[in-house]
């Protein structure tokens, strides 16, 4: 009888070797070569699932930000306001090792999308999602000024973008604990908008 298998779960093993490989190595050295024996696979068996280089990122960032926003969710779920908007915050930086893998998955990706269209929009995806979420919570902080939300969510999504290249690319001035002063500066900024 041939083997059945699970192409999802395939996919899922695929993605989540190259996210690994990605954060130990840099994207520079990934190839789908060496990535196949990463995962066990004879060189080739990645073809049917990922056709290209690209399509395999694509999928890795997307694993990411999956990742991240299931946090996310269960995290702010039933918060409002700057609770809510703390505990997103806390999900995207890279406060341990887990979202430190993230945010340099996410530096790769960015360097990537700078010259890719469609790697681009992948990204643009998950950022639109982060603007919804923090214009609804910033709406509830800032009795629905438009201007002021809009102002107060993009400073917030750059802090954070900005966070995940600083802590790739200057770690040792950007710890945890100097993420988490800078965290609560931010906070402290939206809740005297508030007053």
């Known amino acids: 009888m041939p083997k059945i298998v699970d ?9 989540e070797v190259t996210w690994r490989f990605i954060a130990r190595e840099g994207i520079e050295k990934l190839n789908l070569r060496d990535l196949a024996a990463a995962a066990g696979y004879a060189n080739g068996a990645l ?10 990122l694509a999928a890795t960032f997307n694993f990411v930000a999956d990742a991240t926003n299931q946090r996310i969710y269960k995290k702010a779920n039933g918060l409002q306001g700057l609770e809510a908007i703390e505990a997103f915050a806390r999900e995207v930086l890279p406060l341990d090792e887990l979202r430190r893998n993230e945010a ?3 530096v790769h990706f960015w ?9 681009a929009d992948v990204n ?16 509830q902080i800032l009795d629905g000024s438009d201007a002021r939300t809009q102002m ?44």
Not at 7 to 15: A, L, P, S, Y
Not at 47 to 56: I, N, S
Not at 155 to 171: E, P, R, T, Y
């Open 111 to 119: 360097h990537l999308a700078l010259g890719d269209s469609k790697l």
């Open 47 to 56: 073809k049917p699932y990922f056709p290209t280089r690209d399509a395999l």
């Open 152 to 195: 107060a969510r993009d400073s917030m999504i750059n802090f954070l973008m900005g966070a995940q290249a600083s802590s790739v690319l200057d770690a040792e001035v950007n710890t945890a604990l100097r993420l988490e002063q800078q965290l609560k500066y931010q906070l402290d900024l939206l809740a005297a908008l508030k007053r």
């Open 7 to 15: 192409h999802d779960q395939r996919r899922r093993e695929i993605v």
């Open 104 to 106: 340099r998955i996410a």
């Open 124 to 139: 643009a995806s998950t950022m639109d999602q982060w603007r919804t979420k923090l214009d609804g919570w910033l709406q």
